[in-house]
């Protein structure tokens, strides 16, 4: 079992950025991947991006392109989410995941290709 950490979050206004990181917590840590989705009040858990951990190969849903980057230290077990031009819609919980198993395809467009989850982080975009 892996533990991650995500922190970053916080309130910005339209327009701002926030860099959201996600720490693993394993003296050893390999996954096929990792993620990051977000949950909106009401509304299901949806998939923000992915970025294969060896590969470096990045994904990111149509509704962020453009505005946030996925990128990785390897050596610091660490994930990040750069946020950018955020909007009020960008307004939820954020959650990282790491991923044992691979899978081929958009398949890490889908939570239940991840094994461990982060507690969440808090995003609020307001004015």
């Known amino acids: 079992q892996v533990q991650l950490v995500e922190s970053g979050g916080g309130l910005v206004q339209p327009g701002g950025s926030l860099r959201l990181s996600c720490a693993a917590s394993?003296?050893?840590?390999?996954?096929?991947?990792m993620g990051w989705f977000r949950q909106a009040p009401g509304k299901e858990r949806e998939f923000v991006s992915t970025?294969?951990?060896?590969?470096?190969?990045?994904d990111h849903a149509d509704s962020v392109k453009g505005r946030f980057t996925t990128s990785k230290d390897n050596a610091k077990k660490t994930a990040y989410l750069q946020m950018n031009s955020l909007k009020p819609e960008d307004t939820a919980v954020y959650y990282c995941?790491?991923?044992?198993?691979?899978?081929?395809?958009?398949?890490?467009?889908?939570?239940?290709?991840?094994?461990?989850w982060g507690q969440g982080t808090q995003v609020t975009v307001s004015s």
């Open positions: 970025i294969g951990w060896r590969s470096g190969y990045t």
């Open positions: 995941a790491a991923a044992r198993t691979y899978y081929s395809g958009n398949g890490y467009r889908k939570d239940y290709a991840y094994d461990d």
């Open positions: 394993a003296r050893t840590f390999s996954p096929y991947a």
